[in-house]
């Protein structure tokens, strides 16, 4: 995914995260003021949210400006905890709607921004696709979420070019990782959201430096240092 979105705090439509801003995920599909790799992404999309305990997603490998019956019910969907997605396809992936973030493993809904090798990742039974980003995530799954820093930090250091910014939530906990790509904060009343790039001129975004952790509880934001950083 080359753009991704992720939401903790009070009840908000997929609508105001995702197509509202003035320069939301869906300007982002065409228009991205920040993306570093990739021009557009065209390539699919993904929302992911929280009803109660069960993530629920609506993914598709086509893009999100053309979608008038999710424009139409996005309003509708409200969530506590949220993660979103837009894709540009990496040379050689697949582009289906399985390969569209947020995978998931039945608790977490996750995203990677980014490319790995697959060589340097186990072989996964468990993958949702042969998208590096899939085989990246049933790892990340496997090893449990409360290792992603040492995760991608390993990832990180069996692949040099890899880049690994990865968003994950739980209903009640959002992770995010920066190694390679860019990620920014913006903390609200309401709730904390964590997004590639700011989806408007808030001046209270802020960036998150290069390989970092990001981890959002209720209320409270954390930035903590990957080993392998500066
Ligand atoms: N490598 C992933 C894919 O092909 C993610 C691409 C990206 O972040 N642009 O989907």
Redesign the pocket.
Known sequence: ??RHLGWLGNPVSLSALMLEPAHGLVVQSYAPRRQK??LV?A?GWGAGFFDGDTPRRWRSAAPLWGDASFASVAPAIRSTCVVAAV????VG?PVEPS?SAPFTDGRWLLS?????DRSVLPASSTAESV???AVLAALIFHRGLDALGDTVAEVGAADPGA?LNILAANGSRVLATTWG?TLSVLRTDDGVVVASEPYDDDPRWEDVPDRHLVDVTDSCVKMIPLKGSA
């Open positions: 995914m080359c790799h990739g992404n390539d894709r540009s396809a990496s992936m390969a990677h921004n980014g490319l790995v998208v590096d980003s880049r790509d």
